[in-house]
């Protein structure tokens, strides 16, 4: 009789990486993100843009943000959608 063998593996989830301002500076090179507290109010992204915005880091950052979380208050600087991101599990940079 042959004894049974048990394995047993421990993954460690690697959470995704997202650096923000290479991101928006694709939708906007010209801004200023770094220097802004409310991207919306001071000009620096539009409805299309954050819409545009929502599609580059769903395909950077391997997720899917849910219509739900797409208000302007996740999408105001860089802090707000850190936290965003961080709901979804990507860590940014």
Do not use: W
């Amino acid at each position: 009789m042959m004894a049974g063998i048990a394995l047993r593996f421990n993954f460690v989830k690697i959470k995704p990486m997202c650096e923000l301002l290479p991101v928006l500076k694709t939708i906007r090179p010209e801004s200023d993100f770094a220097a802004s507290q409310d991207f919306i109010a001071d000009g620096l992204l539009d409805s299309f843009d954050v819409v545009t915005l929502v599609a580059t880091l769903d395909k950077t950052c391997g997720i899917s943000i849910e219509g739900v979380d797409i208000i302007p208050e996740h999408f105001q600087n860089l802090q707000t959608i850190a936290l965003l991101l961080k709901k979804y599990g990507v860590e940014t940079a």
